[in-house]
Nanobody, 126 residues
Framework: VQLQASGGGLVQAGGSLRLTCAAS????????VGWFRQAPGKEREFVAV????????YYSDSVQGRFTISRDNTKNTVYLQMNSLKPDDTAVYYC????????????????????WGEGTLVTVSS
């Protein structure tokens, strides 16, 4: 299974970016896909997750209302549309896939994901 995240870059506060996670070597509809991020000196944290069909999504409180996760199963791709970006959103963003996931205390544990892609850096300037 290979996951490739792309779309990161430098953007001013208030701006937007769309990240893309392309999957290969897997029956894509067997997996939920999540986005996680890791800022310098901090632990990797949950951002958003989408189930296999795209019919169910969940977000961390910090991005709820600003970010939207979606997927196109015909293209084996998951997207993360990020609007109203803040400097605190600066991090390396990773996509990950899992056959199943659980939400506990408002978050998805990164340790529960089965496959990870390389990250893409998002930098939000103030």
């Amino acid at each position: 299974v290979q996951l490739q995240a792309s779309g990161g870059g430098l953007v001013q506060a208030g701006g937007s970016l769309r990240l893309t996670c392309a999957a290969s070597g897997v029956t894509f509809t067997n997996y939920a896909v999540g986005w996680f991020r890791q800022a310098p000196g901090k632990e990797r944290e949950f951002v958003a997750v989408i189930n296999w069909s795209g019919g169910s999504t969940y977000y961390s409180d910090s991005v709820q209302g600003r970010f939207t996760i979606s997927r196109d199963n015909t293209k084996n791709t998951v997207y993360l549309q990020m609007n109203s970006l803040k400097p605190d959103d600066t991090a390396v963003y990773y996509c990950a896939a899992a056959a199943t996931f659980s939400i506990r205390s408002g978050t998805v544990d990164p340790a529960g994901m089965d496959y990870w892609g390389e990250g893409t850096l998002v930098t939000v300037s103030s």
